[in-house]
Each structure stands twice: as C-alpha cells, then as structure tokens.
C-alpha cells in the first residue's frame, strides 16, 4: 500500500533496537482517515462479507480494529491483557511473550463474545515477531471459530513473524513490510 | 441519552463490589454502530467544529474516541501506560490510581502530539471516580492547552467523579449516570 509506506518513509523514525517509530498516525496518535484507507485495503484481500467480527488485541491495535469493524457492518473485539477484575469466569485464555514490556502476557477474551459460529478477521497495526496475532489465532482456535485472515497494516519482515505466518498457509497480509530499518534508513520489501 | 440507558437496562450486569458490565457493546466487544450514535450524541454538548483533537486513555476508551475523532474530522491520541519502550523522551506524565488495576498507573503522552495551541476534547467510555480523566486534563494542563470539554459515554455517579468535575465547573457531559447498581438492577440519574 503505496500511501501507508509514503507515511512511513516521511514520518517514521528508527530508534536504537531497530525500534520502528510511527506513532504521529497509527500508535499514539491515530490519524482515522489513514484507517479508513487501511480499511478499504484489506477488503481487498479478505471475505469482509462474510466475517462476523473484527478481533484485535489491547491497546494500539483497537483504533485500526474499530475502523475495520465499521467499514465491515460487524462488532469489534479486543483481546485485553489478564488483571483487570471487570470480565468474571468463562474465558479464553491465550499465554504469550510481549517483547514491548518484556514479560509473559495473558490475553483473555469472554467466551460470551467468541463461539463456534464465528467468521473471524484478525486486525493488528503492527507486527514484529508474531507473538500478539499467535495468540489471537490461538484465541479463535480454542472457541472452534473460523479463521478468515490476519491483517496487518506494518511488518517488520525482519522479525521472522509474518514469514511463520506465511509458512501456515494462513491467509495473511500485511500492507506494508519493512525488511531492513536501522541509521541508513527504512528499505521495504518487494 | 435514552438509547445507550436503554442497552444498559437490556444488556449491564451488575456484578458483586458495584462492577456495571457492559463489555457486550461498550468495552470488550464494541457496538460501532452505538459508538457513531455517542459522537453524534457529544456533539450536541460540545463545540466539535472547534477542537484540533481527540484524546483518551488506554486501552477501552479508544474504539470510542476513534470514532469521535473520525466524526470531528480530528486525530485521535492516546495516553499510554507508562513501560512501553516504544517512546522516546519528551514526555507528559501524570500519576493516577487504577481502581481496575488495584495500583498506581502512570499515564504518558508524548510532547510531540499535544500543545499549547490545541484544543482538546477528552472522551472516556468509562468514569467511576474519575482517576484516568484527571490524568488526561493533568496531561493537557501540563502542554498549556485549552480543554474544550470532557464527554463520557457512562458514569458511574455514585462513585464520586463525575460530581467532582462538576464542581470544578468544567464543561463536562455524561451521557447516562448511574445513581445506583445493586441486585435490584441500575437506576439512572434523573
């Protein structure tokens, strides 16, 4: 997607880490016309039809998520990390390890919202190793839902998290994947 | 706004310790639809055409202000909380008390997405005793900004902090107040 890599390449900023900063429009602050665009991209490539929800993990991933769901006529769903007293028993519980604040992460999701029934598009702002979409994916398995895709508006393809993704076969994409990001610049793949 | 107390009254729960659920449209799976019906409802209290952004808090407020800023013509922005090393310095920071969380939470918000000439309207799915919206007009204080006002889609009026925003004399609208939740049921405020 010509016009998010445009973004990217003007605003982005590579921090020590090979820490991709974009947070003037998609993480921190949300420029919406932009995810209304991201949105009309997917649909591109996805069944938006035929999905019944819209899931996306807490936080930076809800503002694309709602768009989507919007676009879509369907509810959005987020995953929230454990600890929070407010969703009582009857959960699906999903372990992963977030590199963002460096620990193991329970992300949690009421089995209320989720059941065999549902067609589900899996939405992220970002990806790097994988870990958050493995466990939304892990979310929609345990509930016995169908997996329509993943949609990813940036991957670092370096991160190797897309690439496993790929190599399941899933249906998969991300519109704009960064190979390389370090002093010289950011390189997109092909 | 008798719509959203009408879901309430179909769909809330009340839990035992005062915990209103409404995480079946509001606050895990998300009604779109009744978000575009709370931004077109805020715009009646608030001076929309004027403001140069959306702010909230992470994580549950920001389907909401996604489409309030989407409506407003205006960036949404998010304060995180604090732990991420995605944010370089240069930052606002404000101390707050999670009740959800049982813990002291400190929200941030990068000096580059607010200052002195922007005019912000705070928007929360969520107020019971008012902690993250103090921070977030914490965070526009500190950037010398001008708060247009503060628009709530629930307050949970027997727990103090939406009164406590009145007195201050801000410009601030809940748009249905629960006077009180028990095993009887939710009354509304008048």
Redesign the interface.
Known sequence: MEQLKERIRKEGKV?P?N?I?V??FL???????L??DIAAEFAKYFDTKGIT?VLTA??SG??LA??C??KYGV????A?KA??????GGLYQSEIFSY??KKKVTQI??K??LNADDKVLIVDDFMANGEAVRGLCDLVEQAGAELVGIGIAIEKGFQGGGDRLREMGLNYHALAVIENADEHGIVFRD
Chains 1, 2 share one sequence.
């Open positions: 921090l880490g820490i900063k947070d003037g993480n921190h602050r949300v420029d919406v016309r995810m209304e929800m807490e936080a809800i503002a709602t768009v769901a919007q509810p959005m769903v987020f929230k600890k929070s007293d407010n969703i009582e963002t604040y999701l009421s209320e919202w």
